[in-house]
């Protein structure tokens, strides 16, 4: 199916394929991994002909079909359902040739291949593919253009899938994605019969759906059979194995060079001394596999309080005049590790924007103990980092009364140590700026930390060792998460948001993925779908289009405003950027500091102003989600 030979590849002098080497065979699932940086996505470009290599091929098979998930998410008027059965180009040539097609023969053809490609079953298999990425009946109705990047980026991977493609190229298919999605392409790969080469950091992914992983490093691909906890553990042996003969070659070393240096200039041993020396010579190196950069988080021990740290007695939370949810009567002690589950838009990230203070209960009661201190991470927060400073700086605003030791101890406890502690923010990787977040996030010893989606740029490495780092931690923690391995390692107990309450549910996350499947399963029995559209019949039409009308009319006010605060960003944005170009520029640091200081106020002011915006944007979509639209949100939860 695949075949790629020495490979040779450098992007701006940097090496990053140096006769890499691999065979994926038909019908095999592969799992591509290394370290962020070391070129995965550049291969998977190179695969699909967008980037040429400086040496060695890559080979297809003749006219095979390859699908990945387009860089650009759909944004035309096309309804969902429609934009995802357009993905099968043959069936959507063919009904377009029946349509014109006079003679009878190539009509009976036409329609003998459209059986043979089971053409009238697409409609039900599109929408039960949009089903499980998190679209419900009446979204699949609606138009990719009034459904905002995230979620198109959702009904772009539902068209991959769809095409049925030969070979399945997928660079981290869960980034946009909740936690029930995610379970849901599980289950769908897994049962996939086609050929797979996925990158992702989703352990439990890697362990589930493929059988095969490539690790790229050391500008080499190498390949190891089974998912990726076996991987672990034969890379492990390997380099248990590697240290052993390492040692044993250098005893022969020694022995040697002892031999060669105690002989060398008797007469009677200045060959037996040559000839060892040549051996000595020819003794080639063992190569050690070399473990990627440990990646630490280390959380301050917190003081201990009584319990409960937050009780909630009958409370509401919501936005405006829109009650999210109600009936909240949960607690939350010292040694809590609560996991929220349910699907996008139940409002997860709005209870634990309760729990952090950033709102506040418009019903009932939400009591905290009077030396309660909070941690909260959430990912928009990368955001609001200052670029032009460095992570020092960061934390030193922070902890203005801490001597420089303890804001560079504090930092280095999450893997900011000498000269990255003193790099610019702009030149931090996505994962750099998550351990950075985490830093600020800790200061203080919170005894809760309230964490929303952490692990989103964060690579298997990383977040190994943030499961690591929260199980040693001693204080509760509340975690919204679509890593699966990540919440069932950590979490102990599950609040399952739905239908504007949080409840406790009785199990763990494969009790939960049972139950999604069973419904998934009884829903697609008792389902009628339409032939022509693939939606299905309701009893009456003209009531389903006059109800989504009035929705429609009902929102469309703040739809507007929500528009117009995209707008202002999108220009204020385009500002910060040009103003960001300037500080990396590193001559404006050599020039007048007038000058410097005046961009640095402005792009703080900037920034300030984006921020709230982006708190009132976020707002009103949430407002507009709670109403039963879809909301702007890249991805809400």
């Not at 007469?267 to 060892?276: F, P, T, V, Y």
């Not at 990627?292 to 005049?321: C, H, K, M, R, W």
């Not at 929220?340 to 997860?348: D, P």
């Not at 996505?430 to 929303?452: C, V, Y």
Request: proline content about 4%; charged content about 25%; overall charge neutral.
């Amino acid at each position: 199916m695949l075949h790629i030979n020495d490979l040779v590849h450098r992007i701006g002098g940097r090496i990053l394929f140096q006769g890499a080497t691999l065979h994926l065979p038909k019908g095999h699932k592969m799992g591509l991994i290394g370290s962020n940086g070391t070129g995965k996505t550049t291969l998977l470009k190179m695969i699909l002909g967008d980037i040429s290599p400086d040496e060695g091929s890559i080979r297809l098979r003749n006219n095979i079909r390859i699908g990945t998930v387009a860089q650009e998410a759909p944004s035309n008027n096309d309804t969902l359902l429609e934009h995802v059965l357009a993905a099968d180009v043959e069936r959507t040539d063919l009904l377009t040739q029946a349509q014109i097609e006079t003679h009878p023969s190539k009509i009976a053809e036409i329609h003998t291949r459209l059986a043979d490609i089971y053409s009238e079953t697409a409609p039900a298999r599109a929408a039960r593919i949009l089903t499980g990425l998190g679209f419900n009946e009446l979204q699949q109705t609606q138009t990719c253009s009034e459904f905002s990047g995230g979620w198109r980026m959702r009904v772009a991977l539902a068209a991959t899938l769809f095409a049925t493609p030969d070979l399945l190229l997928l660079d981290e298919p869960t980034n946009h994605l909740d936690l029930e999605a995610v379970l849901w392409l599980e289950g769908y790969l897994n049962s996939w019969p086609g050929t797979l080469l996925l990158i992702s950091h989703d352990r439990k992914l890697l362990n589930t759906v493929v059988s095969e992983i490539v690790h790229l490093e050391n500008q080499k691909l190498t390949r190891y059979t089974g998912g990726y906890d076996r991987f672990e553990r034969t890379r492990h042996e390997r380099q248990e194995q590697d240290a052993r003969l390492r040692n044993k070659q250098n005893i022969q070393r020694r022995h040697i060079k002892a031999f060669v240096e105690r002989f060398r200039y008797k007469a009677s041993k200045a060959r037996q001394a040559q000839s060892r020396l040549r051996m000595l010579e020819r003794m080639a190196p063992i190569a050690s596999l070399v473990d990627d950069q440990t990646i630490s988080f280390n959380f301050p021990e917190p003081e201990q309080l009584p319990p409960p740290l937050i009780s909630l007695d009958n409370a509401s939370v919501g936005y405006e005049v829109t009650t999210v949810l109600q009936n909240l009567n949960q607690r939350i002690d010292m040694d809590d590790r609560i996991a929220l589950i349910g699907s996008n838009g139940n409002g997860k990230s709005t209870l634990v924007k309760l729990l952090a203070g950033r709102l506040k209960p418009t019903a009932g009661k939400l009591l905290k103990s009077s030396k309660l201190k909070i941690g909260y991470f959430a990912q928009h927060q990368a955001e609001e980092l200052q670029l032009s400073e460095t992570p020092y700086h960061h934390l030193a605003r922070l902890m203005p009364m801490a001597p420089d030791s303890k804001v560079r101890a504090h930092l280095a406890g999450f893997g900011f140590s000498g000269d990255r502690a003193n790099t610019n923010c702009l030149s931090l990787s996505g994962g750099e700026k998550a351990r950075l977040l985490f830093a600020m996030t800790s200061i203080g010893a919170p005894h809760i930390l309230l964490l929303d989606e952490p692990t989103n740029h964060l690579d298997v490495d990383a977040r190994e060792a943030l499961i690591q780092a929260l199980n040693a931690y001693d204080g509760a923690v509340i975690l919204v998460s679509h890593d699966p391995h990540l919440v069932e390692l950590v979490a102990d107990r599950l609040w399952l948001v739905a239908n504007g309450e949080c409840k406790t549910f009785e199990g763990d996350l494969s009790d939960y993925h049972a139950i999604l499947t069973t419904q998934q399963r009884a829903k697609r029995q008792t389902e009628r779908f339409d032939d022509d559209t693939g939606v299905k019949i309701f009893s009456n039409k003209k009531a389903q289009r006059r109800k989504r009308a009035e929705k429609r009319e009902k929102t469309a006010g703040l739809r507007k405003t929500i528009n117009e605060y995209e707008k202002r960003i999108e220009k204020l944005s385009a500002e910060r950027e040009s103003l960001e170009i300037c500080l990396a520029n590193p001559e404006i640091y050599e020039g007048p500091t007038t000058k410097l200081m005046e961009i640095q106020v402005l792009h703080t002011e900037i920034k300030d102003k984006i921020k709230r915006l982006e708190e009132a944007w976020i707002n009103l979509n949430e407002h507009l989600d709670s109403m039963g639209e879809p909301s702007l949100i890249n991805q809400g939860q």
